[in-house]
T-cell receptor, first 118, second 110 residues
C-alpha cells in the first residue's frame, strides 16, 4: 500500500539551529500538508501546499517556518531558528485530489519526525 | 475557524461497546473523519462521513448529523488493542485540510 515517508524519524538539535524535515508524499497525490503535535496535545495544522504554492497556513506557521517542493517527489519543512517550544512530532500528510472527486479520499499521514530542541 | 469538542477519556471493558461523541462548529464543511492514534504513532484513518447517517465498517461505525454539528464513533466488541486515542476531524476549505479535536483516550480493560 502506498505510504508517506518521512525522515529523520528523530532529530535532536540545539536552540537557534536550523532544521529541515523531509517528506516523500504518495506519488500521485496533489495536496500536501504539515501538522505538528506537541506531546500530550492535539494534532495542529501548520500549512497546506498545492500547485507548487502555499494554499493556507496557520498562525503557528510564522516567518521562521518555510516549505518547499524542490523536485517532483520531496516536500520539506524548514525551521530557520529553532526554539524550545518547537519540540514536537511533525507529521507530513498528502491527499489525492479535491473538487467533486474529493469524496472519500483520505488524508494519509507519514510516521512523523520527532524534533527535540535543547 | 473550527471548534471541535470530544470527551477527554473513556474506559470500557473488553467485548463491550463504546460511543465517542464529537460536536463541531465550522464553515465550509466538507466531511467528518475519525482517526485512531496509538501513542507515539501517526493517526490512521478509521471512518468518514459527508452525508447524514450511519456508516458501518466492521466493528467501527460512524454517524453524522450536519444540522446538529454532531458525530459519533461506535466501537463494538472492544479488544485490548483498541486502547488508543480517537481523533475527530473536520475537513473544510478549498485546500481540504483537516482540523482535529483534542482526541478521546479510550482504555479497554479486561
Amino acid at each position: 500500500e502506498p505510504e508517506v515517508t518521512q525522515t529523520p524519524s528523530h532529530q535532536v538539535t540545539q536552540m537557534g539551529q536550523e532544521v529541515i524535515l523531509r517528506c516523500v508524499p504518495i506519488s500521485n497525490h496533489l495536496y500536501f500538508y504539515w501538522y505538528r503535535q506537541i506531546l500530550g496535545q492535539k494534532v495542529e495544522f501548520l500549512v497546506s501546499f498545492y500547485n507548487n504554492e502555499i494554499s493556507e497556513k496557520s498562525e503557528i506557521f510564522d516567518d521562521q517556518f518555510s516549505v518547499e517542493r524542490p523536485d517532483g517527489s520531496n516536500f520539506t519543512l524548514k525551521i530557520r531558528s529553532t526554539k524550545l517550544e518547537d519540540s514536537a512530532m511533525y507529521f507530513c500528510a498528502s491527499f489525492l485530489t479535491g473538487g467533486e472527486m474529493s469524496g472519500a479520499n483520505v488524508l494519509t499521514f507519514g510516521a512523523g519526525s520527532r524534533l527535540t530542541v535543547l | 475557524g473550527q471548534n471541535i469538542d470530544q470527551p477527554t477519556e473513556m474506559t470500557a471493558t473488553e467485548g463491550a461497546i463504546v460511543q465517542i461523541n464529537c460536536t463541531y462548529q465550522t464553515s465550509g464543511f466538507n466531511g467528518l473523519f475519525w482517526y485512531q492514534q496509538h501513542a507515539g504513532e501517526a493517526p490512521t484513518f478509521l471512518s468518514y462521513n459527508v452525508l447524514d447517517g450511519l456508516e458501518e465498517k466492521g466493528r467501527f461505525s460512524s454517524f453524522l448529523s450536519r444540522s446538529k454539528g454532531y458525530s459519533y464513533l461506535l466501537l463494538k466488541e472492544l479488544q485490548m488493542k483498541d486502547s488508543a486515542s480517537y481523533l475527530c476531524a473536520v475537513r473544510s476549505g478549498t485546500d481540504y485540510k483537516l482540523s482535529f479535536g483534542a482526541g478521546t483516550t479510550v482504555t479497554v480493560r479486561a
